[in-house]
């Protein structure tokens, strides 16, 4: 299928994750940089992939017009994704489902640097996962609260 033209900067398509995760995959009309970081934007609690009051959908546009690849996807069983059957806690669960978009858009994009967004319990997950994954190199975390690392 052929990408959706946005505006004349921006372009959008799905991108099927592992599991069967829903994500909307924005990147720049002219071309994707593969040294610029993607940037992966996270459920925030059980609101799906558009965000409260679409805040993730011009997020994803507005990053994507000055160059960034960007995923907004549902976690499983939140949106379009279908339930997990993983049988992990859902926190164990959420990360391995970012390092699965992470490494999807890796193979889509060529990219190989992830900044994680989270906000609320997306916090909480980018927090998680960038702690297991190198190719994550920044993370832009609201409402963190506070969380102990294990050594």
Not at 27 to 44: C, D, H, K, Q, Y
Not at 78 to 99: A, F, H, K, T
Not at 115 to 121: D, E, H, P
Request: charged share 20%; aromatic share 6%.
């Amino acid at each position: 299928m052929e990408p959706a033209r946005i505006t004349d900067e921006v372009r959008e398509e799905v991108l099927l994750v592992e599991g069967g995760l829903v994500g909307i995959l924005s990147f720049p009309s002219g071309g994707m940089e593969r040294t610029r970081p993607a940037l992966v934007i996270l459920n925030s609690g059980v609101i799906h992939r558009v965000g409260a009051c679409r805040l993730s959908v011009k997020l994803a546009r507005r990053l994507a017009a000055s160059g960034h690849p960007v995923l907004r996807f549902d976690h499983s069983g939140i949106g379009d994704s279908p339930p997990s059957r993983s049988g992990l806690p859902m926190e164990e669960g959420q990360v391995g489902e970012i390092l699965s978009a992470i490494s999807a858009v890796q193979r889509r994009t060529g990219t190989s640097n992830f900044i994680l967004y989270g906000l609320c319990s997306g916090a909480r997950a980018a927090f998680h996962a960038a702690l297991d994954d190198t190719r994550i190199v920044g993370i832009v975390l609201f409402f963190v609260g506070w969380y102990a690392v294990a050594s």
